[in-house]
């Protein structure tokens, strides 16, 4: 991903979750904190910094990340957790590993 692109979906979903706080549209809304939540665990967000970093320099990283984020949020989920494979909650963990990973990627463009 280029510097160009990497900014361009930054600022895009910034405009959209503030636009929908603004307008109190609730379906952006509910999905946002959900994901929010879910970021505060700390296992997906080390989990998140350390894979992303370590694999920085592969050639299909983000491919790659989408996998181990589905793979982290099932380990979370079953092992940490104790919970039941629900598509949900790994649905929204592996989207919290993804911010993570997508922050990582735009803290690195930016220094």
């Known amino acids: 991903m280029s ?5 361009m979906i930054f600022a895009a979903a910034l405009v959209i979750i503030l636009a929908s706080y603004a307008l109190n549209y609730a379906p952006v809304i509910r999905e946002v904190n959900a994901v929010f939540a879910q970021m505060q665990n700390v296992y997906i967000a080390a989990s998140a910094i350390i894979i992303s970093l370590l694999m920085s320099k592969s050639k299909h990283y983000w491919l790659m990340m ?7 949020a099932a380990v979370v989920q079953t092992v940490v957790q104790g919970g039941a ?19 990582v990627a735009l803290l690195r463009f930016m220094f």
């Open 3 to 7: 510097k160009k692109t990497c900014f």
């Open 66 to 72: 989408l996998g181990v984020a589905i793979v982290a």
């Open 85 to 103: 494979l629900v598509t949900t909650a790994i649905l929204y963990k592996a989207i919290a590993f993804l911010v993570y990973v997508y922050l």
